[in-house]
């Protein structure tokens, strides 16, 4: 009976919890890590072993790179070994629209590799916005006034097995916060009201669809930055005054409750591979069991910690003072389960907590 007792005590829990940590403003702030983030994530490692000790994924609205790239450079940026499933971007939930558009022409805009992402999801046709405006002659007015040239990696003609002149667009994709804003409005309403080839006339408005939302972010520069919401307003409200019908769009990413729970089930599948399952094989089964707690630890009030409240049981918001919010007290209209200085200061309280 001891050594039963004594087993079961000493016998390894499966942790109860997990982690989701916001990206910009929590983690990094452009490409250098924030504080110490890169020692908060150690510690949810084993140290002996290196194997993943604690769930916890990366649950960002950034994106404009496949998840598989996005995983090697955090591991890189960071110093621990990230899986792409521990990889969720914004423009994550479009492959979800596969079926719809897997072998229609559809554009992409935003920085990055817009196009190589869609790719990767599966989408056949996906043509960057930069390259797809380079085969319609003068589209942009503005273009031989833009004597710069961007470090956007694949903006060139591609050879391209059908004809983009003439076929029409079924969707536009906006994965990542867009370059040429003037240029990619532009070229985005034409497709819109012309039921997608422009310079038609057509009453159907083919689909549009936005990564996130978010109005503002943290960047490198002291104070927010623009996001993808500021874009999505700029489009919307030219759009609308251009054109008798209002613009319809999707758009996904925090603080949208599917992408918390999303969320929520990819981190059931990283609990049944932690290291203390793998290598001791004290638990019965393979199986994940629900969580007591998730914890998001953001730096949005407005986005991370509204997303969190709304997803509500597991969902335990954190709010660190790296990022957008820098408040003394709680935030008034969106406040979090617990405010902190740093994710180092988080990830010390839910240790705490929880052991
Ligand atoms: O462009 C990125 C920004 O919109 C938000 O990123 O990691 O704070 O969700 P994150
Ligand atoms: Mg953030």
Redesign the pocket.
């Known amino acids: 009976t001891y050594r039963l007792v004594a087993h079961l005590h000493s016998a390894p829990k499966r942790p109860s919890f997990g982690i989701a940590f916001?990206?910009?403003?929590v983690i990094l702030r452009g490409r250098s890590p924030i504080g110490e983030s890169p020692k908060a994530l150690k510690r949810l490692y084993d140290d002996d072993s290196g194997s993943l000790k604690i769930p916890y994924l990366f649950l960002?609205?950034?994106g404009g790179i496949p998840e598989s790239r996005r995983a090697s450079e955090l591991s890189q940026l960071l110093g621990v070994d990230i899986d792409p499933i521990q990889v969720v971007q914004g423009h994550s939930p479009f492959k979800n629209l596969l079926t719809r558009f897997e072998n229609e022409l559809v554009v992409a805009t935003g920085k990055g590799e817009p196009a190589a992402v869609m790719s990767e999801y599966g989408f056949k046709k996906a043509v960057s916005l930069d390259e797809y405006a380079s085969y319609f002659d003068s589209i942009d007015p503005l273009a031989p006034y833009k004597t710069w040239t961007t470090k956007q990696p694949c903006n060139k003609q591609r050879n391209l097995s059908f004809d983009v002149t003439s076929e029409s667009v079924k969707a536009a994709f906006v994965v990542?916060?867009p370059v040429d804003w003037s240029r990619d409005i532009q070229v985005l309403c034409d497709i819109l009201r012309s039921g997608g080839l422009p310079g038609e006339k057509s009453e159907h408005q083919p689909d549009m669809y936005f990564a996130?939302d978010?109005l503002e972010?943290q960047a490198v520069f002291p104070s927010e930055r623009l996001?993808?919401g500021a874009f999505r307003i700029a489009l919307e409200s030219i759009f609308n005054s251009i054109h008798h019908k209002p613009l319809k769009y999707t758009s996904f990413g925090?603080p949208n409750p599917f992408v918390f729970k999303n969320a929520e089930s990819i981190l059931m599948q990283l609990q049944s591979l932690t290291s203390d399952a793998d290598l001791n094989g004290d638990y019965k089964d393979k199986k994940s069991h629900h969580f007591e707690t998730l914890y998001m630890i953001g730096?949005?009030p407005s986005?991370d910690i509204k997303g969190a409240r709304q997803a509500g049981h597991p969902w335990f918001s954190i709010l660190t003072r790296t990022g957008v919010f820098r408040g003394k007290e709680n935030h008034s209209d969106y406040p979090a389960d617990q405010v902190v200085d740093t994710v180092e200061e988080a990830v010390e309280f839910i240790l705490q907590r929880e052991f």
Do not use: F, L, Q, W
């Not at 916001?22 to 403003?25: F, L, P, R």
């Open positions: 916001d990206i910009d403003g960002t609205n950034g990542s916060d996130a978010d972010y996001g993808m925090k730096d949005n986005v």
